[in-house]
DNA sequence: ACAGTATGGATAGCGACACTCTCCACTATC
DNA sequence: GATAGTGGAGAGTGTCGCTATCCATACTGT
C-alpha cells in the first residue's frame, strides 16, 4: 500500500507519517521506483504500536525510537530487555542530595532486603522509590514510608503476572514486544484500576455523594 | 521573608517563582508596601508541593493549579477531593469508538461486577482501562485482558492502604494535601516497586546476566 | 542622603517538542 | 497530457515551562 492508504488505514496524517519515518520510528517502504515505496501490515502494526507508546504510555519520539530499538533486536536475555524499556520509559533519575534522600535509601535498601527481591539497590527504579520517599519526608508527609509493605506486596503480584504473561510468549520476538505492550500498558491499567479501587473504597467508607464526577 | 530569600531556600528561580505567582499557583505575598511583599514558610511549602507535583506526578501547571484549588477550598466530601484530584492527574480520556472498545467497555463492566467494586462503569478510571484494553486488542495482545483479576487485586490493597492513609490525617486541610501527595507521589511509588520487582523476577526467573543496566 | 541593589509587575523571548505545511522534482493514473 | 499523489527536505506552528529584560519604585549600607 502507498502512503496515503497507510495513513487513512491508521488514522494518522501523512504529515506525521514522514515525520515518523524521518525520526526513525517507523521503518521505510519498500522503494518501488525512485520516488515511490510500497508500505505493508508490518507497517500498519508498526504505526499502531507507535501511537500506543506515545498516547497510552507517554513516551517521547525519542523514547519510542529507543524501546523500538531494543524490540527490533531481540536479545535472548529478557532482564536485558526488560530493563532498557523500563530506562526508555522513566529516565528520570537526576539524583537528589540530602539527610532526607540518603535516609530514604536505607529505608530501600531495608525493604529489598526484608523482601528478599534481588534487585539492586543502586538500580534506577530503587533511585526513583528514594527520590519519591525524600520528597515526601520533604512535604511533612512522612507517614508514606509506612505505605511500602503494602505497596510492595501488591507490586510484587503485578510483576508475577507481568513475567508469566511474557513467558507465554511464542517467539523471542513476540516476548521482546510483549515487554514493551506490557510494560507501557500495564502501568496504565494499573494506574486505572489504582483509581476505579480508590473511587470505590472511598463509597464504601464515605458514602456516595457527588462520587463520580465533580466538575 | 522575600522573594530572593524564598529563591534560595526553595531551590526555584525568582523568575520562577514569580511565574508561578501569575499562574496563580503560588499565593501572592503579603503587601507590605505597593511594591514589597512578605513571604511565609507556607508559601516554601506550597513551593515544595508545586515542584513535587511537577517533578514527581508529572502535572501541567495548570493541572497543579486545579489540584491545589482543591486542596485550598477542603470539602468534608472526601470522595469528591479524590475525584478532582484524579481528574487533574489523568484528563485523558478522549473517548475512541469501534468493537474492539465496545468489548473493552464490557469487559470492565464485568469485571467492576465480579470484584464487587463501587465504582461507576461511566468513570473516568473506567472509561481509561476500557481504552488500555481495546488498544492492547488492537495491538495484537489479547492476552493482557487475563493479567486483569490480578492486577485488580492488588490495586484493591493499594487503594486500601492509600484510604487508610488519609483516614490517618488529623485535619480536613492535611486529608486534602494528604489526597493530593498520595494520589501523586502514591503513583510514582506503585511504578518504581512494580519496576522493581519486575527486575526482581525476572533476575529470578533467567538469571542475573547484564541485569541492572543495559546502556 | 544617596549610590547601589532588590522588588513587583508586565511583556517578550527562548528552547524543546510533536507535529504540520510548503515546496520540489518526479511518478502514477485517468 | 492534465491531474493528483509521492518521497524527501526544510521551514513554520502552537504549546509549554520557564527565563530575560524593562521599569518605576523601595529598601540598604555607608
Redesign the pocket.
Known sequence: M???ELSKRSGV????I??Y??EGVLP??ER??????DYSEKHQHRLRLVRAL?EVGGL???GVRDVLGTVDAPQPDLTWTLSTVQLAMFPIPEATEGPTRSSAEDTVTRLLDDLGWSCPSDHPAAQALAAVLATADDLGHPGMADLLPRYARAAGEVAKADLDYIDRSPSLDDAAEGVAVGTVLGDSMLAALRRMAQVSESINRYGEKAGAKPG
Open positions: 502507498r502512503i496515503a496524517a501523512v504529515a506525521t514522514k515525520y519515518l524521518r521505510p517502504g518501488t521506483s525512485p520516488n515511490q515505496a506515545v517521547s519520539i525519542a
